[in-house]
């Protein structure tokens, strides 16, 4: 049968603001999209359709190491030389399971952080301007535990907002984490809403799409 009738689903690796361009198949082959312009918000028989031009590779999994070039933005990012670069971040708040243990969210964060190398990116000053490179040390999930049981409910806002700032203050270019969330518990009947902080160097608003589906 076609490549378009096998596909089943998609796996893009975040990268920066980008993808990696690869399909993988129903028979377990990748399909990696070499000099094939496409637009990946495409649908996966879309996608699938440019791969019948394109070559089947085995696509090796294991983690990705080294330097990354950077992208456009990447480097319109440092050259505006912004004076709190580590505040450029792209957070995202949303609820999960009541009962959700810290432990069970701490291995969700890292198995997502684990699966998506662009997660472990950093950057750090170089001759010819600023690295991208990946950051090849144990994985830093950083999670906070925040009981909000005991303040009243039109005070959340305020002090949910408060511990996000202390997310966003903790992000560090160069040595990580670039990634931190915080569990925010409101006890009684309200809601459990997780925090998750990125920058935004490293995600956009399509791929926290993924991630969240994987976080899930």
Not at 29 to 40: A, D
Not at 103 to 122: K, N, W, Y
Not at 156 to 166: G, W
């Amino acid at each position: 049968s076609s490549a378009a009738s096998d596909v089943y689903k998609r796996q893009p690796q975040v990268l920066a603001n980008g993808y990696l361009p690869e399909v993988e198949l129903a028979n377990g082959s990748h399909c990696q999209l070499v000099n094939n312009p496409v637009q990946f918000d495409e649908e996966p028989a879309a996608l699938a359709r440019a791969c019948e031009d394109g070559e089947l590779v085995e696509a090796e999994q294991g983690r990705v190491t080294g330097s990354v070039p950077l992208l456009a933005l990447q480097r319109w990012f440092f050259e505006a030389d912004y004076p709190t670069p580590q505040r450029f971040n792209l957070p995202m708040l949303f609820e999960i399971p009541v009962g959700a243990s810290g432990s069970a969210i701490t291995q969700a964060l890292a198995d997502v952080a684990e699966h998506h190398d662009g997660l472990r990116l950093r950057y750090r000053a170089a001759e010819d301007g600023v690295e991208q490179f990946h950051d090849d040390g144990p994985l830093d999930i950083s999670l906070e535990e925040v009981d909000l049981s005991g303040v009243a409910a039109g005070d959340r806002d305020s002090a949910m907002a408060a511990h996000a700032e202390t997310l966003h203050e903790g992000l560090d270019l160069e040595r990580g984490p670039l990634s931190k969330a915080a569990v925010l518990r409101a006890g009684g009947d309200g809601a459990t809403m997780l925090l998750w902080v990125i920058h935004h160097l490293l995600v956009d608003v399509v791929s926290w799409r993924i991630l969240i589906e994987d976080f899930h």
